[in-house]
């Protein structure tokens, strides 16, 4: 079943809403909470999808997340 994730990430006083389409809805709230997708370094990837001159970040835990919800597509 194919799933969307949303949510908002924010850093420096903005918030960019975000979403990502998953084939399966498996473990997608993990990979943006502890998993992979939970760290700056690619959270700053996502961002600068909507956002060119957001800068690249190192990994860290400086972009938050919230509002974090997963819908079948």
Not at 20 to 41: I, K, L, R
């Amino acid at each position: 079943m194919t799933v969307i994730a949303k949510m908002n990430f924010h850093y420096a006083g903005k918030t960019y809403p975000f979403e990502m389409e998953f084939d399966t809805p498996d473990a997608v709230d993990y990979m943006f909470d502890g998993g992979n997708y939970g760290c700056d370094c690619n959270r700053s990837g996502f961002i600068q999808e909507q956002d060119p001159d957001f800068p690249d970040l190192e990994c860290g835990e400086t972009i938050k997340m919230t509002n974090f919800w997963i819908e079948p597509k």
